[in-house]
């Protein structure tokens, strides 16, 4: 049974920096593709970064600059510096991860950017 836990998010002031974590465990092999989404109360949740199982990466406009994402050496967790963060930033963020053709989900980590 595949699990991702996730963790890093929080409270910030506009400008300031978080980093959120997502580790992915119960399974023999590593996730090919990463990414996280997030969800801002009355929106849709939004594709923001991912990153693939040979670490390229591509980025939502919206973040582009700010945000980095990256991946451990063994390949199972997913990392995503955010930086510069604006109070739009502010919503839940989730990680994804492919494992062979099947897509697994964390339960979301709030990001909350306000003075």
């Known amino acids: 049974q595949v699990q991702l836990v996730e963790s890093g998010g929080g409270l910030v002031q506009p400008g300031g920096s978080l980093r959120l974590s997502c580790a992915a465990s119960g399974s023999r092999f590593s996730p090919y593709f990463m990414d996280w989404y997030r969800q801002a109360p009355g929106k849709q949740r939004e594709w923001v970064a991912g990153i693939t199982d040979r670490g390229i990466t591509t980025y939502a406009d919206s973040v582009r600059g700010r945000f980095t994402i990256s991946r451990d050496t063994a390949g199972n967790t997913v990392n995503l510096q955010m930086n510069s963060l604006k109070s739009e930033d502010t919503a839940v963020y989730y990680c994804?991860?492919?494992?062979?053709?099947?897509?697994?989900w964390g339960q979301g980590t709030q990001v909350t950017v306000s003075n």
């Open positions: 994804k991860v492919l494992i062979g053709s099947t897509e697994y």
